[in-house]
């Protein structure tokens, strides 16, 4: 009996709650989750030697870790099974594979992931009625990937990319959330998004041969504002050229004037500030914010005889850009290419704040070692100050230096005093001895004659 109450003890104490094996550590703390990430332009199963499997130890120890079939083309490594050794990150000879330690608590907030040992993208940004949304973080962080899901383009699988769950269920994830009631809408397709691309070159592409500025502005025109937008845009000289010789900064203008005339619920900016210099871009800001206007707010409602407001969101670098033209901003950080998380909003000032410093206070996360400052002034002035230091530092080894050479100079010069004086009592000495010897020749030449 003592036996098996003390094994019913010990499986009690060995299993958590939820029957699953290993999900919390002694002391109550989670296990740390980590994503194995596989790059497809990189892993080349048929050319090279799968230095990868052989090496792993959970392989050697009989389990399937890291798998490569005949006919597969990457790599398969589970994440389950990955004890996070990093071995295979090192053998791998065409350095395809990552693998990353997750904060805690972010498995439960996954939105999206496009397959296995691929991107994840954790939580989402939550626009506001009649407020501009910026959005700020590194290249490849997933910024894109969110705007295409708040688009609806994208619907989100929360992780199960084998089995996607539906917009239902995708509702019900968010239920509580300023979100649901956006998914809400989404769902009964009473949204309206558009969309300015990050690419603007890709646009030529897309467009009919002939199309000119004029012609497909005037087409998507809904709000009355196009000649409006020729001039805060400077798209008046382009009116009659055609998209396809347009350069870089006029399709960027022409895209925020596209999507800046239409009349929706919902509008999107992947990077407008990029190919135009300071001033376009301050007029491109104010085109922007006019969107959420108070007479913008007024004329949306007599059109649809209810309050109607519109949601803005701005992906921008530029963080002068971004200060005049959000009301609120969300950060994006993580690992480029493997793992991004969406914080939650803050003030305009605060949030980058924020992002300069690399430190998250809402959620105790450095998620950057280093600090960006900009202070040159304060810099310079520490420059200043090390150079005096240095400098006076360097004065008494100078006079102990200079002091040490006239010494060295006094002991040189009494060593050739010395030798001078010696070599006079020589001479001298000669000369007395030749005196001494002419003398006794005299004397012997005055006997002989």
């Known amino acids: 009996f003592f036996l098996s109450l003390n094994s019913f003890v010990a ?21 740390m989750q980590r994503i194995a990430v596989i790059k497809d332009d990189r892993c080349k199963p048929k050319k090279c030697k799968l230095e990868c499997k052989k090496n792993c130890p959970v392989n050697r120890q009989g389990k399937i870790c890291i798998d490569v079939k005949p006919t597969s083309k990457i790599a398969f490594i589970s994440e389950i099974l990955c004890i996070g050794c990093n071995i295979c990150v090192k053998k791998c000879p065409f350095e395809a594979i990552n693998i990353i330690n997750l904060p805690k608590n972010l498995e ?13 993208l954790h939580r989402l940004p939550i626009p506001r009625q009649n407020q501009v949304l910026g959005l700020v973080g590194t290249n490849g962080i997933g910024k894109s990937t969110a705007l295409k ?39 009964e397709e009473d949204l309206e998004t558009v969309m300015k691309p990050q690419y603007v070159d890709h646009i030529p592409k897309k467009v009919k041969e002939g199309a000119t500025v004029k012609k497909l502005l005037k087409k998507k025109d809904e709000r009355d504002v196009y000649k409006q937008l020729l001039g805060e845009l400077d798209l008046e000289n382009v009116t009659k050229r055609e998209i396809v010789h347009l350069s870089g900064g006029e399709l960027q203008r022409f895209a925020i004037a596209a999507c800046c005339v239409r009349d929706v619920d919902v509008y999107m900016f992947d990077e407008p500030s990029s190919y135009l210099d300071v001033k376009q871009r301050l007029n491109a800001a104010k085109a922007i914010r006019a969107l959420v206007s108070p007479e913008e707010e007024t004329r949306r409602t007599k059109k649809a005889g209810r309050p109607k407001a519109a949601f803005v969101i701005c992906v921008e670098h530029d963080l002068a850009v971004l200060d005049y033209l959000s009301d609120f901003v969300c950060m994006l950080y993580g690992t480029p290419g493997a793992f991004g998380v969406v914080s939650m909003p803050f003030g305009v000032r605060e949030g980058i704040n924020i992002f300069l410093s690399g430190f998250l206070p809402t959620e105790n996360m450095r998620f950057r070692d280093f600090e960006l400052n900009f202070k040159v002034t304060d810099a310079v002035d520490e420059s200043i100050k090390g150079d005096k230091n240095t400098t006076k530092a360097a004065e008494p080894a100078d006079d102990d230096k200079a002091k040490s050479k006239k010494k060295s100079k006094k002991k040189d010069g009494d060593e050739a005093e010395e030798k001078t004086t010696t070599r006079r009592k020589e001479r001298h000495q000669a000369e007395d001895e030749e005196v001494t010897v002419d003398a006794a020749l005299k004397e012997m030449d005055e006997e002989y004659y």
Do not use: C
Not at 108 to 120: D, E, I, L, V, Y
Not at 152 to 160: A, D, E, F, H, R
Not at 179 to 184: D, P, R
């Open 11 to 31: 499986q009690t104490h060995i299993m958590p709650k939820g029957g699953k094996q290993g999900a919390k550590r002694k002391g109550g703390d989670d296990v």
């Open 149 to 187: 899901i708040l688009t609806g383009k994208t619907k989100p699988n929360l992780g199960n990319f084998q089995d996607p769950p539906g917009w239902e269920e995708i509702r019900k994830y968010f239920r509580g959330s300023e979100l649901q009631n956006y998914f809400q809408r989404v769902l």
């Open 108 to 120: 439960s907030s996954t939105t999206h992931r496009f397959g296995p040992n691929s991107f994840k």
